[in-house]
């Protein structure tokens, strides 16, 4: 039977349910999911899903990420609310793959962990089933394991493997409709390609790092830490001397935390060696010798530095030693030269907002095997 798969969290449940159920039947768990958005997220949730896979010892198979199709289908619907018209094409498309998938290994039984879900209509979904029935004569198993208590031992049984949880169910309607204002922040993408705290790169990289972890047998813990986030949407630097009329943009990168209510303007009035002071809301300026110095980094022009930034981290250690504190958010400029004599116009549009990320910590071991009992755990950054 081929058991279309979602997500971790309704899976290892729904897979441990028809395992006990159907202890002879042969499950192929086929991960099928084109609706989730951005693509990092798709591969993560696949990621976990083929854990739980692994460990309940089922067959995972991850199928094609046809979003351009998914788009298609619902086109007219983006407005639609939860479990309305755009979900039961949803279903539509993810099921029928899934039968096309049953079909072409000789399979005759197709389900999905989506049963599971306490935000899909059970209904929806066995409607679906009769329709693939009829026209790829396929039978849709369709169990209901949330009831007796089965919603609330799914969830500890996701707790107790660890998974991932995600916070959307996965397009990218759904995610604007949730998250309002803060779903820029997971669907835009840093031109550098830096992986930014909070971000779904940043979980992706952790939950593979997690992987090795457990095939080299070494034992861990994920670590959730309340923060206050950040991301750097746009900005810039003009200049112009006295008496010039138009403004001229100079290569520029503004460093992690600087934050702006409103564009300003103002003159560099002092500072010393590549550190400049501008006149209004604490700005300092940093020429990019002095930044590097710095840093320990080695960068050789302000396009550089922009394709390839330092990570965060690294931006708050020179943030701390210009302000005494990391979380400083005056604005930091780093440009190729600081020059006195202009009018310099800074824009920053960034957002702020309380946030939650993990981080995966070894947990150290002696020679017994036993907590060693420094009372730490050593962790390593996901990310560099």
Not at 273 to 299: C, H, Q, W
Not at 325 to 349: A, F, N, W
């Amino acid at each position: 039977m081929v058991v279309h798969l979602c997500c971790s969290v309704d899976a290892g449940y729904f897979l441990k349910r028809l395992k006990e159920e159907l202890p002879e039947e042969k499950l192929i768990g086929y991960f099928f999911d084109p609706n989730i958005h951005p693509y990092a997220e798709f591969k993560l949730r696949s990621l976990d899903t083929r854990r739980v896979c692994e460990k309940l010892g089922v067959e995972f198979v991850e199928g094609p990420y046809l979003l351009e199709e998914w788009y298609t289908r619902t086109a007219g619907l983006e407005r639609e609310p939860e479990k309305g018209s755009r979900c039961s094409q949803c279903f539509d498309f993810s099921l029928e793959e899934s039968a096309r998938f049953a079909k072409k290994i000789g399979e005759k039984r197709v389900t999905t962990s989506l049963l599971m879900s306490p935000m899909k209509s059970r209904e929806q979904l066995k409607q679906v089933g009769e329709y693939l029935k009829e026209k790829y004569q396929i039978d849709f198993f369709a169990p209901d394991y949330r009831k007796k208590g089965g919603t609330q031992a799914q969830q500890l049984f996701a707790k107790e493997l660890e998974v991932y949880r995600q916070d959307y169910c996965g397009c990218i309607y759904g995610l604007w409709n949730q998250k309002k204002e803060l779903a820029i922040v997971d669907l835009s993408s840093p031109v550098g390609g830096e992986t930014l705290p909070g971000s779904v790169e940043e979980r992706l990289e952790l939950y593979r790092w997690r992987l090795e972890l457990e095939e080299a047998g070494v034992p861990y813990k994920i670590r959730k830490e309340e923060f206050l986030n950040y991301r750097l949407l746009r900005g810039g630097v003009k200049r112009r001397k006295p008496g010039e009329k138009s403004w001229k943009g100079i290569p520029t990168f503004i460093l992690f935390y600087s934050h702006l209510p409103r564009p300003i303007r103002g003159e560099i009035v002092g500072g010393r060696g590549g550190v400049g002071e501008f006149n209004r809301k604490g700005i300092l300026f940093l020429d990019l010798e002095e930044f590097n110095r710095l840093t320990s980094l080695n960068y050789s022009t302000i396009w550089e530095l922009y394709q390839t930034p330092p990570h965060w981290k690294t931006q708050l250690r020179l943030r701390e030693k210009l302000f005494s504190s990391p979380y400083s958010l005056s604005p930091v400029v780093v440009v190729e030269k600081i020059e006195t004599g202009y009018r310099y116009q800074i824009e920053i549009e960034s957002k702020l907002f309380p946030d939650t990320r993990e981080e995966l910590v070894i947990i150290p071991q002696n020679s017994k095997g036993a907590d060693n009992g420094r009372g730490y755990f050593e962790n390593r950054e996901v990310s560099v």
